[in-house]
C-alpha cells in the first residue's frame, strides 16, 4: 500500500523582517494539524521553520496534489495568518497570493514537494528546507547525490545503484520538462542544470531493472517560482525537497556530503544577490547578517509501516559540518565587499527588486548618441 509524503511551505509573515517564523504560527500549525490528524485525514506531521519559512511535514493517503491535504494546508496558512496579522509580523500573508483556494496550492504562492511511495521495509528520508533562496540552488546537491560517483560512492560500488537514475528538469521559463539518463546523458543534464535559474530539476527516479517501481521519485523538489506566479516580486520561492535513502539508493552520508561544500546560489538579500548555502541546524535557521546568508536545514526521518514520522533527527547539527559553516562564512565576507556590484549582485533580469527602470526614466533626455 502507498503513502504520501507532503512538505508544503509559505511565508506568511517574518519575525522580525524576514529572519524567522513566529513559535504562535508553528503552534497554530500544530494545533489544526493535530485535529486533521486525529480525524484521520493525515497519518502523522510536524511542523518546523527554516528562516521565515512555515514548514508543514505530513504523511497520508490521498496522493499527490490531494484537494484535501493541500485545503488542508492553505487553511493552516490563513489561520496562521490572522495571528501574524495580529503580532504585527513583517509581510503577513505575503506567499497566500490569491484570495480563494481552488484545489491544490501550486501556482498559488506556498512551495510543494511531495511523492507517492509504496514503503520499503525500512524507510529512511531527508526532508531539506532552505531559506533566501530559489527552487534552482537544488541542482547542484541533487547532481551530486544521485550522478555524481565522486560524491557517492554507491554509484560505483552498490551493484542495485550501478545503472544510474533518471533526472526529470523542468523549464520554468516555457513550463516543459525533460526526462534524462544518467550516466548516459550526463554532459547534456549539466548543459541544462548549471543554469540553474531557468533549468531545475524536478524529480529522480530509478530506472528500469532497479529494485524500486521505475514510477516512484526518489527525490522531488518544490519549483515555484513566486515572482512569476504573482507578476511581480513578492518574495523569492525559498525551496523545500525530500530525498529518500540507503538500500539502492544513495545512503545517508552520501544525501549529505554535497553540503559539506556551501555553494553559490541567488537569493539573499532582498532576493537579489549571491552567495554561499550555508548547512545549519534548525537552531541557526535564522539568517540575519544581510538577511542571510542563504540557509539549508535537513531533517532525518523514518517512516514507519503505519506512515508515521519517527524524527525528525536535525542533521546538520553535526560538527562535521562546522568547516562548511566556515567556509561559507568566509566565501559570505569575500563577496559581500562587492556591495552593488555583480557577481554578487544578480543581473538585471534575475533581480527581485529593480529600481533600473525608475533611474532610466529618469535619465532619458539626457542619454545621447555615441
Ligand atoms: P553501517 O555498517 O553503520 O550499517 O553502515 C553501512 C553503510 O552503508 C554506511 O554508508
Ligand atoms: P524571504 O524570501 O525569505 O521572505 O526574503 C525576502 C527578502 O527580501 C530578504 O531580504
Ligand atoms: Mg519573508
Ligand atoms: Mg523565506
Ligand atoms: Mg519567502
Ligand atoms: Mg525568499
Given at each position: 500500500e502507498k503513502i504520501t509524503i507532503?512538505?508544503?511551505?509559505?511565508?506568511?509573515?517574518?519575525?522580525?523582517?524576514?529572519?524567522?517564523?513566529?513559535?504562535?504560527?508553528?503552534?497554530?500549525?500544530?494545533?489544526?494539524?493535530?485535529?486533521?490528524?486525529?480525524?484521520?485525514?493525515?497519518?502523522?506531521?510536524?511542523?518546523?521553520?527554516?528562516?521565515?519559512?512555515?514548514?508543514?511535514?505530513?504523511?497520508?493517503?490521498?496522493?499527490?496534489?490531494?484537494?484535501?491535504?493541500?485545503?488542508?494546508?492553505?487553511?493552516?496558512?490563513?489561520?496562521?495568518?490572522?495571528?501574524?496579522?495580529?503580532?504585527?509580523?513583517?509581510?503577513?500573508?505575503?506567499?497566500?497570493?490569491?484570495?480563494?483556494?481552488?484545489?491544490?496550492v501550486r501556482g498559488m504562492g506556498p512551495g510543494v514537494a511531495e511523492m507517492e511511495i509504496t514503503l520499503r521495509k525500512s524507510e529512511p528520508i531527508v526532508t531539506f528546507h532552505m531559506d533566501k533562496t530559489e527552487p534552482g540552488a537544488f541542482n547542484l546537491p541533487i547532481f551530486r547525490m544521485f550522478a555524481d560517483p565522486f560524491n557517492t560512492a554507491g554509484l560505483v560500488i552498490d551493484p542495485h545503484m550501478h545503472m544510474g537514475f533518471r533526472f526529470e528538469i523542468w523549464d520554468i521559463k516555457e513550463h516543459k520538462r525533460v526526462i534524462m539518463n544518467s550516466p548516459e546523458e550526463l554532459y547534456d543534464i549539466l548543459a541544462l542544470i548549471g543554469a540553474k535559474s531557468r533549468y531545475v530539476i524536478k524529480r529522480v527516479y530509478p530506472k528500469k531493472g532497479h529494485k524500486l517501481p521505475e514510477?516512484?521519485?526518489?527525490?522531488?523538489?518544490?519549483?515555484?517560482?513566486?515572482?512569476?506566479?504573482?507578476?511581480?516580486?513578492?518574495?523569492?520561492?525559498?525551496?523545500?525537497?525530500?530525498?529518500?535513502?540507503?538500500?539502492?539508493?544513495?545512503?545517508?552520508?552520501?544525501?549529505?556530503?554535497?553540503?559539506?561544500?556551501?555553494?553559490?546560489?541567488?537569493?539573499?538579500?532582498?532576493?537579489?544577490?549571491?552567495?554561499?548555502?550555508?548547512?545549519?541546524?534548525?537552531?541557526?535557521?535564522?539568517?540575519?547578517?544581510?538577511?542571510?546568508?542563504?540557509?539549508?536545514?535537513?531533517?532525518?526521518?523514518?517512516?514507519?509501516?503505519?506512515?508515521?514520522?519517527?524524527?525528525?533527527?536535525?542533521?546538520?547539527?553535526?560538527?562535521?559540518?562546522?568547516?562548511?559553516?566556515?567556509?561559507?562564512?568566509e566565501i559570505a565576507d569575500y563577496i559581500r565587499r562587492h556591495g552593488p556590484f555583480e557577481p554578487h549582485r544578480l543581473p538585471l533580469e534575475e533581480m527581485e527588486y529593480t529600481t533600473l527602470p525608475g533611474v532610466l526614466e529618469k535619465l532619458k533626455d539626457r542619454f545621447e548618441p555615441v
Open positions: 507532503s512538505v508544503i511551505k509559505a511565508d506568511i509573515g517574518g519575525w522580525p523582517g524576514h529572519c524567522k517564523v513566529h513559535p504562535a504560527l508553528i503552534e497554530k500549525a500544530n494545533e489544526l494539524l493535530g485535529k486533521a490528524k486525529e480525524e484521520g485525514t493525515i497519518i502523522d506531521f510536524y511542523a518546523t521553520y527554516c528562516g521565515d519559512d512555515l514548514q508543514l511535514i505530513m504523511t497520508h493517503k490521498h496522493g499527490v496534489d490531494s484537494e484535501k491535504i493541500h485545503g488542508l494546508a492553505w487553511n493552516v496558512f490563513k489561520e496562521a495568518t490572522e495571528i501574524a496579522k495580529e503580532l504585527g509580523l513583517y509581510g503577513a500573508g505575503q506567499d497566500l497570493l490569491k484570495d480563494a483556494f481552488s484545489g491544490n514510477d516512484e521519485p526518489v527525490a522531488v523538489i518544490s519549483t515555484e517560482k513566486l515572482y512569476e506566479i504573482a507578476g511581480e516580486y513578492v518574495g523569492k520561492d525559498d525551496p523545500v525537497a525530500i530525498v529518500r535513502a540507503q538500500s539502492g539508493l544513495p545512503a545517508l552520508g552520501e544525501v549529505l556530503e554535497p553540503f559539506a561544500f556551501p555553494h553559490l546560489v541567488s537569493g539573499w538579500m532582498r532576493g537579489s544577490h549571491n552567495g554561499p548555502i550555508m548547512p545549519v541546524p534548525l537552531k541557526y535557521a535564522t539568517p540575519s547578517r544581510f538577511d542571510g546568508p542563504p540557509r539549508v536545514v535537513a531533517l532525518g526521518w523514518q517512516i514507519n509501516k503505519d506512515g508515521k514520522l519517527i524524527g525528525p533527527v536535525d542533521l546538520f547539527e553535526d560538527v562535521a559540518f562546522d568547516e562548511a559553516r566556515k567556509k561559507a562564512l
